[in-house]
């Protein structure tokens, strides 16, 4: 219902057009950064949900904007999302710190920390309404759907050290790992943001907004931890038109 509801919707904007203005082709650069958050555990409140505890990452993206008119636009835009860090802590219990013990003397003889990191590529269309067209500073709202390519590196560095020490159990063959690994999924990105220019040719922008990916269950380890990918961003970009076409 959602997806049938946003394509009514490109489809009801396609028919704002006011042809007594002049059309343009603009390349669109942005970049900022964005945070994760939703519920922090699961069911049971015993198991960390994955997504919520990524520390804040950069974004980047970049597309082509066809001006349908001075109210309206269409953008195609590919961008890439990276979280090079997760942490959740309980108390003084932090989930990926490790410390090993040796097996007859119960002295601890190595510690660590294990990695987790994030990584979304997505390319999605995104339909841009503009507020006030005649002045420098012009406010829009934009909606846009996206395929995306999620993945999360988990670094298990337990096993290698607990391999390296020669104290691995009998079903300790190969690394464990607990977390959602790939996972294509439809987006979903509502949002706002302003252009200021002096001129339609060169502007720059600011734009937030909401990031929700459909995230697939069957990707999940646990059934208890499963989720959808849930993000507020940031970007501060430039908008370059290279392409005017006559008046209509």
């Given at each position: 219902m959602k997806t049938k509801g946003l394509i009514l919707l490109f489809l009801f904007l396609s028919l704002l057009t006011f042809s007594q203005f002049e059309q343009k082709v603009s390349i669109n650069i942005s970049a900022g950064m964005f945070k994760t958050f939703g519920y922090e555990t699961g069911e049971g409140d015993y198991d960390p949900l994955q997504m919520p505890h990524y520390r804040p990452g950069p974004i980047a993206e970049a597309g082509i904007q066809y001006n349908i008119n001075r109210r309206l636009s269409v953008m195609v835009s590919a961008g890439i999302m990276y979280s090079g860090s997760w942490s959740f802590m309980t108390g003084d219990y932090d989930y990926l710190h490790y410390t090993i013990f040796d097996p007859e003397t119960?002295?601890?003889?190595?510690?660590?920390?294990?990695?987790l990191n994030l990584f979304n590529l997505q390319a999605g269309i995104f339909p841009k309404f503009y507020l006030f067209p005649s002045k420098k500073w012009n406010p829009y709202l934009f909606a846009g759907i996206s395929m995306n390519?999620?993945?999360?590196?988990?670094?298990?560095?337990?096993?290698?050290?607990?391999?390296?020490?020669?104290?691995?159990?009998?079903?300790?063959?190969?690394?464990?790992?607990?977390f959602l690994e790939k996972n294509n999924g439809l987006g979903f990105i509502p949002g706002l943001g302003?252009?200021?220019?002096?001129?339609?040719?060169?502007?720059?922008?600011?734009?937030?907004?909401?990031?929700?990916?459909?995230?697939?269950?069957?990707?999940?380890?646990?059934?208890?931890?499963?989720e959808n990918f849930n993000a507020f961003f940031i970007q501060l970009g430039v908008r370059l038109a290279f392409l005017k076409s006559k008046d209509l």
């Open positions: 119960e002295e601890p003889i190595a510690e660590g920390i294990n990695k390519f999620t993945s999360a590196k988990y670094t298990n560095n337990w096993w290698k050290d607990a391999d390296r020490l020669g104290v691995l159990g009998p079903d300790d063959e190969v690394p464990y790992d607990p302003v252009e200021y220019g002096q001129t339609d040719r060169l502007r720059i922008y600011m734009s937030t907004g909401y990031y929700l990916i459909a995230l697939n269950e069957k990707n999940f380890k646990n059934e208890l931890v499963i």
